[in-house]
């Protein structure tokens, strides 16, 4: 990550990172399988799309440093939660919830933590699912366990958390009340939106069943 790491840390911090990646296939994996499956059952797809990512170096160091933590393997572990990164994003507001639903009971993911920013937003107006979750990697001589983040949201709160990170990154350190307090009220918005689609989509299905 930087130049002045001693070698015998380094290879420790390079094997996390690939043990990390594998946890990223193994859980992308399983989560289309499982959005295969509910389509193949429900008849329909809840999800737009989903995006996989490993945290960049300099975001992880960032971290570090915020904790006043050395750089080492051991501190990745304990301190940086969200190396691995899944974002699901969903139709409808309910798809959300169905999405936590499977992945709570995946036989194959272990839920460590969970937060819903839906029902409980941030002061920001951030709204998300999130769950930490252990994911098996299976190695030749053992079974390991990497933990990740998940992110599940719809649309629309998907692209406002987009522009709530540019702007936030505009700012970096304070951002403005004026500007805090209109992101807040947009998110609101945002939420309306998303409750007045859901009650659009349950009409739909309504007159799909009538059909």
Not at 10 to 23: F, G, L, T, W
Not at 88 to 112: G, T, W
Not at 152 to 179: G, N
Request: net charge neutral; with cysteine.
């Amino acid at each position: 990550m930087i130049d002045d790491i001693n070698k015998e840390e380094r290879i420790k911090i390079n094997e996390y990172m690939e043990k990390c990646n594998y946890a990223k296939k193994m859980l992308e994996t399983q989560i289309n399988i499982m959005i295969e499956d509910f389509a193949f059952k429900q008849g329909y797809n809840p999800v737009e799309h989903i995006k996989g990512r490993i945290k960049s170096n300099e975001s992880m160091l960032e971290k570090l440093k915020r904790h006043q933590k050395n750089i080492t393997a051991d501190n990745l572990v304990r301190y940086v939660k969200d190396v691995v990164g899944i974002r699901i994003v969903c139709s409808f507001l309910s798809d959300v919830y169905d999405m936590v639903f499977l992945l709570s009971h995946c036989k194959n993911i272990i839920v460590k933590e969970r937060e819903d920013y839906i029902r409980n937003p941030k002061d920001t107006g951030y709204m998300s699912y999130h769950l930490q979750v252990l994911v098996p990697i299976y190695l030749q001589e053992h079974v390991e366990y990497i933990e990740c983040e998940i992110q599940i949201r719809t649309v629309a709160m998907d692209f406002w958390a987009t522009l709530d990170h540019k702007i936030s990154y505009k700012f970096q350190q304070v951002i403005p009340e004026e500007v805090k307090n209109q992101m807040y009220d947009y998110a609101q918005v945002i939420q309306e939106l998303d409750k007045k689609m859901m009650d659009l989509n349950t009409l739909v299905q309504k007159y799909k069943k009538e059909f």
